[in-house]
């Protein structure tokens, strides 16, 4: 058996897909091969984790042949896999498929592509509008078409022994001499935005929170993570609060997932805008304020525990758009920083008094 998986091309959703990854290995056992169809930088975010068999790089959209739509389809169609689990749902991602040789084509019925698929599922609608659906949920739809019983959606990811290596001298870089513990508490800042300036809660609430958090765990650490594109970000939030006890990774040469991972993991709160670093986080079980702004909360729903997600109600949200139809960005300008600070300080405590995960429910701020 020959199981080709297309991976979706968003961080977090790749980490969404991971639940269903798991139950399918787990379920087939080694006597499967597994194949990832994905973007090469990939390979490094799911490193350590062991599932797949083989990994076939694919971005339609980068500028590399070797990764690019030809190549991957050749390099399946050299084994013709039984089975093609599609977690996009793009048309592109069932031609991969199709022109690939994959006998057996699962995937949603979307964006026109049901021609292309042997096993189409149909998007649960409320009239003619499609149900919003996390990744975690529809790729485990994906998985029971195939017969692997439904698992619980936990995310998991894994690190190298590399990765906390680089991870510990970072920390000794920025901190000299200091170990957290319950009593100094590292919080970790993500603003990433990769999808659009609609997500952003700003630098300068970032630096607000950083003082006030501060203020009351004195003895705590910041670091404000960044990806390659988002270091002009981290820096003025760092360059703002102007106090050794808050760095960011912005000077930080190299980036790599490993490292990403490494700090998530560690973290004692993660507060981050939804992107993918949230879900890096939930598949460590790591304490996370979420700040959801324009997006719908149920496209990112898995069974992560400690987990807070603050929203505004408004008349407007959630619209999932990359900016602000209306320009005044009132999702994310009116989520204030003594909220989220307050918020934060209940999680770390809550999460202390238990000794265990503790569950939170979405928190609707009025």
Not at 41 to 51: C, H, I, N, P, V
Not at 276 to 295: C, E, K, Q
Request: contains cysteine; charged residues 25%; glycine residues 6%.
């Amino acid at each position: 058996m020959h199981i080709a998986i297309i991976l979706p091309r968003w961080v977090g959703d790749l980490v969404m897909t991971t639940p269903m990854i798991r139950a399918v290995r787990q379920h087939f056992g080694r006597n499967a091969k597994l194949t990832a169809v994905a973007k090469p930088l990939f390979q490094d975010l799911l490193a350590g984790t062991e599932w797949f068999d083989q990994f076939i790089a694919y971005d339609r959209h980068g500028k590399n042949p070797e990764s690019g739509f030809q190549r991957a389809a050749a390099k399946l169609s050299a084994d013709r896999p039984d089975i093609a689990l599609l977690v996009p749902n793009s048309l592109s991602s069932a031609a991969l498929a199709w022109w690939g040789g994959c006998k057996q084509r699962v995937g949603y019925a979307r964006h026109g592509r049901r021609f292309l698929l042997t096993d189409p599922l149909m998007p649960v609608r409320h009239g003619w509008q499609v149900v919003p659906m996390s990744t975690a949920q529809h790729s485990m739809d994906l998985a029971e078409r195939i017969s692997v019983p439904r698992q619980p959606l936990k995310l998991e990811l894994a690190t190298l022994p590399e990765d906390e290596s680089t991870l510990d001298s970072l920390i000794d870089m920025f901190f000299e001499g200091w170990t957290g513990s319950e009593t100094h508490p590292l919080f970790v800042f993500n603003d990433n935005s990769a999808f659009g300036p609609a997500r952003s809660w700003g630098e300068k609430k970032f630096t607000s929170l950083a003082k006030e958090l501060l203020e009351s765990h004195p003895d705590g650490r910041i670091i404000v993570h960044c990806g390659p594109g988002d270091r002009d970000e981290a820096r003025v939030i760092e360059s703002a609060v102007h106090d050794p006890r808050v760095r960011s990774l912005a000077d930080v040469q190299q980036l790599p997932f490993g490292l990403s991972k490494a700090l998530l993991r560690r973290a004692s709160v993660v507060i981050s805008t939804d992107s993918g670093p949230r879900h890096i986080a939930a598949a460590f079980r790591t304490p996370t304020v979420v700040l959801l702004g324009p997006m719908d909360p149920r496209l990112g729903r898995s069974e992560q525990e400690n987990l807070v997600e603050l929203r505004k109600d408004l008349p407007c949200s959630p619209c999932g758009q990359r900016t602000c139809p209306l320009e005044h960005h009132d999702c994310m300008v009116e989520l204030s920083v003594h909220d989220v600070a307050r918020t934060t300080r209940d999680l770390l405590a809550s999460v202390s008094r238990q000794g265990i995960a503790h569950p939170l429910n979405l928190e609707n701020l009025e």
